[in-house]
């Protein structure tokens, strides 16, 4: 599913998938038990949450990293990043909310363990569904707000973790960094491929091919650069005080990585695979930040090299790319996410009623 160019989970997969989350929901009731608010996040969150909310009785919301909303502007992340056109981008959002359905005999487990009844899967459902809050982490000057989005639909801007790491935990990466100029740094985050090994030939070879350095990052993908004069792997590495070091990031576009990149202003080499990475991937490109995007099954030595050269060549170190990329970095800078996050959490706190 994940080395595949496209997001085909097999009848098997999806049967495993729903196997696997029984019981969750009861967790999640359990530990909400006597809370005022519980925020909901990622797929599963949204899936369950607010069944469990409104079985213990408390405000809930939604907390997301990518669009999750319907919208007439764009289709549904998953779905990559063509558009269908208005009528059409809505009616793929419906398409895809259809595959909830897959869940339906988890989440009538999950009421009727939870002493709710059994709940049609339209009319009042879709209803309170799209009345519920939603907190979205991504900023406007990524993904500018669709007109079409109602008021509980709020984009925040990003939220960044607290970190104060030391250069004291990374000795021999301080060593590389300081040994010559700003290096590429390399990684594919989470996602878990099987041809790791030849991913990062490519992207070695087209380096060196540009008389530039890199640091890779090991992740999921076990890439492995080696570790020279032009080459340093790492285990995790907090993105915040390593990608400011950097000259440029190739990486899989995942919400977080892409994120990071833009904080620390620098541009980006997309190389994207499944679920929301081609769309971030799209969003990097049409920012300014980014070349066109190259698949990760399609990259080359040759269209890899391209890349690079255009993203680190430049006037003063600094390409076009370079130069968007800080601009972005200022403006996203001056946003105050988690600010303003807090902010509808203490709004719904004061609602008397599940939002």
């Known amino acids: 599913m994940v080395d595949g160019r496209r997001l085909k989970p097999s009848k098997d997969a999806m049967v495993g998938m729903r196997e696997d989350l029984a019981g969750v929901g009861e967790a999640v009731a359990a530990a909400a038990e006597n809370a005022d608010l519980l925020l909901c996040g990622g797929p599963v969150g949204t899936l369950l949450g607010w069944h469990v909310a409104e079985a213990v009785g408390c405000r809930s919301a939604?907390?997301?990293?990518?669009?999750?909303?319907r919208t007439s502007d764009f289709g549904p992340p998953a779905l990559g990043v063509r558009s269908f056109g208005c009528v059409?981008?809505?009616?793929?959002?419906?398409?895809?909310?259809?595959?909830?359905?897959?869940?339906?005999?988890?989440?009538?487990d999950l009421r009727q363990s939870l002493g709710l009844g059994r709940e049609s899967r339209t009319g009042p459902r879709r209803k309170r569904q799209r009345r519920w809050t939603q907190l979205c982490g991504f900023s406007e000057h990524v993904v500018p707000r669709p007109r079409d989005w109602p008021d509980n639909v709020h984009v925040t801007g990003y939220w960044w973790p607290s970190e104060n790491p030391s250069e004291n935990a990374y000795p021999g990466l301080v060593d590389f960094l300081a040994d010559g100029p700003p290096p590429v740094y390399i990684g594919l985050g989470s996602t878990a491929?099987?041809?790791?090994?030849?991913?990062?030939?490519?992207?070695?070879?087209?380096?060196?091919?540009?008389?530039l350095r890199g640091v890779v990052h090991k992740g999921w993908a076990h890439?492995?650069?080696?570790?020279?004069?032009?080459?340093?792997?790492?285990?995790?590495?907090?993105?915040?005080?390593?990608?400011p070091r950097t000259v440029a990031a190739v990486h899989h576009c995942g919400a977080g990585t892409a994120a990071a990149t833009l904080r620390a202003g620098v541009p980006t080499v997309a190389l994207p695979g499944i679920m929301d990475q081609p769309?971030?991937?799209n969003r990097l490109r049409r920012i300014g930040v980014a070349p066109d995007p190259i698949p990760r099954t399609r990259a080359t030595v040759e269209n890899l090299s391209a890349a690079l050269r255009a993203v680190a060549d430049g006037e003063n170190g600094r390409s076009e790319y370079?130069?968007?990329?800080?601009?972005?970095?200022?403006?996203?800078a001056d946003e105050s996410g988690v600010g303003?996050?807090?902010?509808?959490?203490?709004?719904?706190?004061?609602?008397?009623?599940?939002?």
């Not at 939604?62 to 909303?69: K, M, R």
């Not at 370079?322 to 996203?332: D, F």
């Open 62 to 69: 939604a907390v997301v990293l990518q669009p999750s909303y």
């Open 88 to 108: 059409g981008n809505r009616a793929a959002w419906r398409t895809t909310a259809i595959g909830e359905r897959l869940f339906a005999p988890l989440i009538d």
């Open 193 to 211: 491929i099987s041809d790791g090994g030849r991913i990062s030939e490519v992207i070695c070879d087209a380096l060196r091919r540009n008389e």
């Open 223 to 243: 890439l492995d650069g080696g570790s020279d004069s032009a080459m340093h792997t790492i285990d995790d590495v907090p993105h915040s005080w390593l990608l």
């Open 279 to 281: 769309f971030w991937a």
């Open 322 to 332: 370079g130069h968007r990329a800080a601009a972005l970095s200022s403006a996203i």
């Open 340 to 355: 303003r996050a807090c902010q509808v959490v203490e709004d719904l706190l004061n609602t008397s009623t599940s939002a």
